[in-house]
């Protein structure tokens, strides 16, 4: 059973990196898309110097659900599959870590289309 010390650092650094992002489209005024690209992008990075996987390790789902994390995920899959695979694990690792979470995009995303209408 997690403490609640684990959930208490989940919702601080969760937190923090949301308000971050939310910072960069107020402030320097940053397209919503492009901070998107911009988080992945510094979640992959942090990842390859090795900075990332620590802050998992601390914050659990704090770390690993917002945008940094799916670039940290795409960066570890890479890793694995090029152990694995070689080369061609260059192109299918990081797809392979992240099939779940996309497939689970795209389907929710496709539910809530057909449930709902949008208003505009």
Do not use: R, W
């Not at 152990?83 to 992240?98: N, P, Q, T, Y």
């Not at 996309?102 to 209408?117: E, K, Q, R, W």
Request: hydrophobic fraction near 55%; glycine fraction near 14%; charged fraction near 10%.
């Amino acid at each position: 059973m997690p403490s609640a010390s684990t959930f208490l650092y989940a919702f601080l650094i969760g937190g923090l990196l949301c308000v971050l992002a939310q910072l960069v489209v107020d402030v320097i005024k940053l397209t919503p898309a492009s901070t998107m690209v911009l988080f992945v992008s510094l979640g992959a990075i942090a990842s390859g110097i090795g900075l990332y996987e620590p802050l998992t390790k601390f914050a659990g789902a704090g770390a690993t659900v917002p945008l940094p994390g799916f670039g940290h995920v795409l960066v570890q899959g890479i890793s694995e599959g090029m152990s694995k695979k070689g080369f061609m694990g260059l192109f299918a690792g990081g797809l392979e870590a992240a099939a779940m979470a996309l497939t689970v995009a795209i389907i929710i995303g496709y539910l809530t289309s057909v449930l709902f209408n949008p208003k505009g």
